[in-house]
């Protein structure tokens, strides 16, 4: 079985690219889930917002040091290393994702809709780091955009339907391009 050195080459600056972008993604994340910790601070929202902060800074840092760790030293090998980033990639959509679904157990709209404001903001952000390998995107957002329709067909709105819609629209089109 020949190997594909095109290919090859092409998978290692598409890593290349990923993992360089790692640390700046990565303080988005943290930076965006502390500073809804400060916004929610003392409402019903501080627990699952200091949980939130406390899992994204984890698992980021994790990622960074498996990133630096490739690019420094490559002491895993490049299968190894993606399948990581994925993995901690995907965990960290999760976390945003699970903590989007609360903004449905809660009635203050201003929260939610500044959670909201954050989400969209980091799910378009991410297109510049992560769509150097777009199952890293995926991973990311997809856990995201999932409990944002969730939340959106169950707000009790007169046009909760339309808003979805609008949602899944503006989510097709971001997968799409």
Known sequence: MSINTSNNATL???VNILFRSSI?????NIFAAWMIFVLVYKTPYTNSALLLGTIVTTITIIRVLVT???LRKQSLSLKTSLGIYLFFTFLVGM???AFVYTQGLYGDEEI???VFLINFGLIAGSIAILSAW???FILYVLPQAAAIFYVFLHL???RNYFIALT???FMAVMFST
């Open 12 to 14: 290692i600056e598409q």
């Open 24 to 28: 700046s993604g990565g303080l988005s």
């Open 68 to 70: 630096e760790s490739y």
């Open 95 to 97: 976390a945003w994702g």
């Open 112 to 114: 939610r809709n500044i």
């Open 134 to 136: 777009m199952p890293a």
């Open 156 to 158: 009790d709105y007169e």
């Open 167 to 169: 949602f899944f629209i």
